[in-house]
């Protein structure tokens, strides 16, 4: 992981700090909420995985509170507004291929994607957070690998019947990614975090996640950097 050593400088207090953190705060809460109501969903699209994806369902609450609760102990108000916005198009899509029976679709964006921005983000953002928002977010960071297992596995044993759908799927939704990330750069760097090292990080465990599921280098070389010229 990239930037190991604390930034001197940063003033968890200072305005600069709370106003950047009032955005990122929020986009982590509303991410959380989603990722909630995403598992829900895809419960009903996989009954036989019922039970397991609604327990991950249930981390994803515990994973909001514990976000709520480091905005609170900065007294700072997350600008959920933004937050929705920000999330806007991967939402859409998610509920237009869930409408459309498309679990392949479905779990690619929430259990790799998402899933995959939230652990290079939690990474990033540890060594770097206060010391309250350090101790919760390692907590989340660690469930957020059992949450892209999931997609893994499930894609994995599927792999021949999906691959089509996954390539799709990636390429509608990857260059949400890059754009979102450009979005989020002077409030992350606000806190310390660099978004190189946050692309860097994403390609790594997005990347390492499409070869588990039985995607070749080549495939994955071509599918990762999709959409990434533009940022
Ligand atoms: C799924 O379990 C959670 C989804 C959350 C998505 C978070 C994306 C975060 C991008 C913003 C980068 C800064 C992160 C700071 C961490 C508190
Ligand atoms: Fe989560
Ligand atoms: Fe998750």
Redesign the pocket.
């Known amino acids: 992981m990239q930037q190991l050593e604390v930034s001197p400088e940063l003033d968890f207090y200072s305005e600069i700090y709370k106003d950047a953190y009032s955005r990122?705060?929020a986009?982590?809460i509303?991410?959380?909420e989603?990722?909630h109501a995403n598992y829900q969903r895809l419960s009903e699209m996989l009954p036989d995985l019922k039970d397991q994806l609604l327990s991950l369902a249930k981390?994803?609450s515990r994973?909001k509170k514990g976000?709520q609760a480091?905005g609170r102990n900065l007294e700072v108000t997350a600008d959920m507004e933004f937050a929705r916005q920000f999330f806007a198009d991967l939402h859409s899509n998610f509920q237009k291929a869930a409408a459309a029976g498309q679990v392949v679709t479905c779990l690619l964006i929430?259990s790799l994607i998402?899933?995959c921005?939230?652990i290079s983000?939690?990474n990033?953002?540890i060594p770097v957070?206060d010391d309250f928002?350090r101790k919760i977010?390692e907590g989340?960071v660690k469930?957020?690998y059992l949450?892209l297992n999931f997609g893994e596995e499930w894609l994995k044993a599927n792999f021949e019947t999906s691959k089509a759908e996954l390539e799709a799927a990636n390429r509608q939704n990857l260059p949400l990614v890059w754009r979102?990330?450009s979005q989020?750069e002077a409030?992350?760097h606000a806190?310390g975090?660099e978004k190189e090292a946050?692309v860097e990080d994403f390609m790594i465990s997005y990347g390492e996640a499409l070869s588990n599921i039985g995607f070749t280098t080549r495939d994955i070389m071509r599918m990762s950097a999709y959409g990434l010229a533009a940022v």
Request: proline letters at 0%; charged letters at 20%; one cysteine or more.
């Open positions: 990122i705060n986009i982590v509303e991410g959380e989603e990722a981390m994803e994973h976000f480091c929430q998402i899933e921005f939230a983000a939690y990033i953002y957070a928002a977010t989340v469930d957020e949450h979102m990330l989020v409030d992350a806190l975090m946050l």
